[in-house]
């Protein structure tokens, strides 16, 4: 079992940036691969980025790729999104998840068993 913690999010202008942390409690975090997803207030929660437990695939949802990066550092129990480039529409709770699956990197909610308690990302125009 793990335990994720967010944080780094906050207000922001768009064309801004953050970096979001996901800090994991367990010391088998390197087993876990690691997601993205966000939730905007009436909307369902969606799939954001994704990374493999060796770091070395990720995989984008079309509308950040480009613009946000995931990566990962094992030795930390730590997992980050950069966000560049933020438009209001990215506006929305970012959560991070843990997966035991390998690749393909699972896009969907449901694939993920673990899940931090989420950081407010608010972008403004």
């Known amino acids: 079992q793990v335990q994720l913690v967010e944080s780094g999010g906050g207000l922001v202008q768009a064309g801004g940036s953050l970096n979001l942390s996901c800090a994991a409690s367990?010391?088998?975090?390197?087993?876990?691969?690691m997601g993205w997803f966000r939730q905007a207030p009436g909307k369902e929660r969606e799939f954001v980025a994704a990374i493999t437990q060796s770091g070395t695939s990720t995989s984008y949802a079309s509308s950040v790729k480009g613009r946000f990066t995931i990566s990962r550092d094992n030795a930390k129990n730590t997992m980050y999104l950069q966000m560049n480039s933020l438009k209001p529409e990215d506006t929305a709770v970012y959560y991070c998840?843990?997966?035991?699956?390998?690749?393909?990197?699972?896009?969907?909610?449901?694939?993920?068993?673990?899940w931090g308690q989420g950081t407010q990302v608010t972008v403004s125009s």
């Open positions: 998840a843990a997966t035991p699956r390998l690749l393909p990197l699972p896009v969907t909610t449901a694939a993920y068993d673990y």
């Open positions: 367990s010391g088998t975090f390197s087993r876990y691969g």
